[in-house]
Nanobody, 121 residues
């Protein structure tokens, strides 16, 4: 069973919204901090948002005020609400347990398939 399964990606126009979901397997403790990463074409994967088990959130400056991360401990799921999307948000989005701070690209578990987000008119 894959540690994480991402869903909810798609094609959206600039200024639009999308909501991503991440389902964590039973091997992922709900006490872990979880994070959303993204990797655009030709770019390194980077951690853009994280949330602790207590709900403390952190965001990179480029998404602050537009993205909101949340989690449901009972279902062991995490979500990323993305508003006012920009073409530069186009990327494959992944979730994982962070192995570094914001901007870092490493996760502690195997990567899932990710969710493709394309922002284009």
């Amino acid at each position: 069973q894959a540690p994480f399964v991402e869903s909810g990606g798609g094609l959206v126009q600039p200024g639009g919204s999308l909501r991503l979901s991440c389902a964590a397997s039973g091997s992922i403790e709900t006490t872990f901090t979880l994070g959303w990463y993204r990797q655009g074409s030709g770019n390194q994967r980077e951690l853009v948002a994280s949330i602790t088990s207590r709900g403390l959130t952190h965001y990179v400056d480029s998404v602050k005020g537009r993205f909101t991360v949340s989690r449901d401990l009972a279902r062991n799921t995490m979500h990323l609400q993305m508003n006012n999307l920009k073409p530069e948000d186009t990327a494959v989005y992944y979730c994982n347990v962070p192995f570094g701070g914001l901007g870092a690209g490493s996760g502690r578990y195997a990567w899932g398939q990710g969710a493709q987000v394309t922002v284009s008119s």
